[in-house]
């Protein structure tokens, strides 16, 4: 016996939820996070931005939240103690190219 045809309804409704999924995506990708709100996981490498007195224009840098829950990088192992949000990176586009096969 063959493998069920899915159904004019079952069709849109699984389009739909995966657009949903993705749009969910996206959101998260372009949307910056208020470190009031939530904190990146522990070795997560994300975009921070923050302000210090002598950058009143506000600063931007890749850097993980280290084991201890502190803000790090190889630049400022000291941490970022000014960031106010966060935005995940980007997925790396080489990987994503060889995952495609390309």
């Not at 995506?25 to 522990?42: G, I, Q």
């Not at 803000?71 to 990987?95: A, C, Q």
């Amino acid at each position: 016996m063959g493998k069920r045809r899915e159904s004019p309804l079952e069709i849109v409704q699984r389009l739909v939820a995966e657009n949903a999924r993705l749009q969910a995506r996206v959101d998260e990708l372009t949307t910056w996070t208020s470190v009031k709100d939530r904190m990146p996981e522990p070795g997560e490498r994300v975009l921070i931005y923050g302000t210090r007195p002598y950058q009143p224009k506000g600063f931007r840098r890749v850097t993980l939240i280290n084991s201890y829950g502190a803000w790090s990088d190889e630049r400022y192992p000291e941490g970022h103690n000014e960031v106010t949000h966060w935005i995940p990176l980007p997925p790396d586009p080489i990987k994503a190219l060889e995952g495609e096969g390309k």
